[in-house]
C-alpha cells in the first residue's frame, strides 16, 4: 500500500504559490513520513499539469494509490490538507 501524495502545483512566479510553501512545511513537520509531498512546477512539467487537469497555481492534489482524492484550487490551509490527508491514511 503506498502512502497517500501531495502534489503542489505552482511556479517561480506565482505569490501565492510562495505562500504555500511554509503551509507546506507545516503539513510535512505533522504528518512526517506518512505522506509523500512534491512540488511541481508547472512551466518545467507542463504535460503532467495539464494531465492534472491544473488551470491555475496553487493547485494541490492529494492522491491515494495513484487516485485523486481531493484537489484545492489557491493557498491552502495546513489544517484543511492535514484534515483531508487523515481521511486517505
Known amino acids: 500500500m503506498s502512502k497517500p501524495e501531495l502534489l503542489d502545483f505552482s511556479a517561480t512566479w506565482c505569490g501565492p504559490c510562495k505562500m504555500q510553501k511554509p503551509i507546506l512545511e ?3 513537520a505533522k504528518l512526517g513520513d506518512k ?3 512534491k512540488v ?3 512551466d518545467e512539467n507542463q504535460a ?3 494531465q492534472y487537469g491544473v488551470q491555475a497555481v496553487p493547485t494541490l492534489v492529494i492522491l491515494k494509490d495513484g487516485e485523486i482524492a481531493k484537489r484545492f484550487t489557491g493557498v491552502t490551509n495546513a ?3 492535514i484534515e483531508e490527508l487523515n481521511k486517505v491514511l
Open 26 to 28: 507545516e503539513v510535512k
Open 48 to 50: 503532467l499539469a495539464s
Open 79 to 81: 489544517a484543511v490538507l
Open 40 to 42: 511541481i512546477d508547472v
Open 35 to 37: 505522506v509523500e509531498v
